[in-house]
Structure formats: structure tokens, C-alpha cells
């Protein structure tokens, strides 16, 4: 009897340390963006798989005024281990293809007083995602989520002549680094297209028209 609770007090220990372990593992997440400016944008992404000096990082700013069309794909993930092994494999990935034109802006005199915004939380998975518009002549958006215990799936699809302010933020829990920060505004005339799917869920979406 003593035997067998010392064998079960083993597992238990075992499981603990575990979950212990995954707990600390960077959030997953995928990200599909296309932005279109004609004015002035400041943008900046950073992805990273561990704190300090350790895992992977990558650090991505953009800023300045002109016309600019750019796509974004990045992703961050962590395969969890197998039961009795220590060993884990995380990586980071971002592919950027862009094209910008330099033209001066100068904002308009006039602004209106007329505002959009919107946030989502996930507790659950560790992400949030907010959308502020400050119209100057109009706004046209789409946007859709969906969340669950497991994933969360953001998407964007907004057009606006005024100011666009965009941010994500991915961080699984107290015990792990920010995954995924991202914050952007946009000036002037602006489409968005954007897609982000966190959790360790595989979800098929499909994108915008």
C-alpha cells in the first residue's frame, strides 16, 4: 500500500511539473495584415519565444509619410513536449513585402469630433486586440471575432479617411513574455486587412473578400 501511494504521489508530481512547464511557454499565434496608406503611418511589431537573451526575437518599426502598400505574415509557435521529455522546440517567423512612395502630408485643419473604437479580451489564451478610429470624412468596417477557452480569432477589415489606430498584444500568462506586440496609426486614407488567430487550436478562417 505504501508502494503504491509513493508511485502515485510520483505521477502527481510529475504532472504538476508538467503543466508547470507548459504554463511557461509562449502563446501561439498567427498573423495575415495588408495595409494600404496614403498619408502618414507609424507602425512597430515585435515577436519573441523567450525572455532575455534566450529563444527567438525579431523587432519590425515602420514610420513616416507617402503612399505605402504592405503585407505582413508572421507567426510565433511552441510545440509542447512530449510526456517524459524536457525538450521543447519554439521558433518566429515574419515575412514583410512593401512598397513606399515618400509624399509630405500635412493633416487637416479641420478634424471632426466623430470616434470609433472597439477592444477584445480573451483571459482565457492571453490576447488583446483593439481598433480607435477618429473620422475626418468617413469609416467603413468590418470587423469580426471569435473567442473561446481554446483560440481566439480576430479580423479587421476597415476603410477610413482619418486616423486608424490598430493594437495586439499576445502574452499566454503572467509566467511567460509578451508573444506578440504590435501597434500601428494610420493617417489620412487607409484600408486594413488583418487576421490574427492565437491559441494552440488549428482554426481554417477564411479571408476577406
Known amino acids: 500500500m505504501l508502494l503504491v501511494a509513493l508511485c502515485i504521489a510520483a505521477n502527481m508530481a510529475a504532472a ?12 501561439n499565434f498567427t498573423e495575415h495584415s495588408w495595409i494600404f496608406v496614403n498619408g502618414y503611418l507609424e507602425e512597430s511589431r515585435i515577436l519573441q519565444t523567450q525572455a532575455g537573451f534566450n529563444g527567438q526575437k525579431i523587432v519590425l518599426g ?3 509619410s507617402g503612399m505605402a502598400t504592405r503585407t505582413i505574415d508572421s507567426e510565433v509557435f511552441t510545440n509542447v513536449p512530449i ?6 522546440m519554439d521558433g518566429a517567423s515574419l515575412t514583410i513585402s512593401a512598397n513606399y512612395d515618400y509624399r509630405p502630408y500635412t493633416p487637416p485643419l479641420t478634424q471632426s469630433d466623430l470616434r470609433n473604437a472597439l477592444c477584445a479580451k480573451n483571459y ?4 488583446v ?3 480607435t478610429y477618429k473620422i475626418d470624412k468617413d469609416l467603413i468596417k468590418d470587423t469580426q471575432i471569435y473567442q473561446n477557452d481554446s483560440f481566439s480569432v480576430y479580423e479587421i477589415s476597415s476603410e477610413i479617411q482619418g ?9 499566454k500568462n503572467a509566467n511567460t513574455v509578451p508573444s506578440f506586440i504590435m501597434g500601428g ?12 488567430i492565437v491559441g494552440n487550436t488549428s482554426v481554417l478562417t477564411l479571408p476577406c473578400p
Do not use: P, W
Open 16 to 27: 504538476n511539473a508538467d503543466e508547470a512547464a507548459k504554463d511557461r511557454l509562449a502563446q
Open 62 to 64: 515602420t514610420s513616416g
Open 83 to 88: 510526456e517524459g521529455s524536457k525538450s521543447t
Open 124 to 127: 482565457e489564451v492571453g490576447s
Open 129 to 131: 486586440m483593439s481598433e
Open 163 to 171: 486616423t486608424a489606430r490598430i493594437g495586439q498584444r499576445v502574452q
Open 185 to 196: 496609426t494610420y493617417m489620412g486614407y487607409a484600408q486594413i486587412r488583418s487576421e490574427t
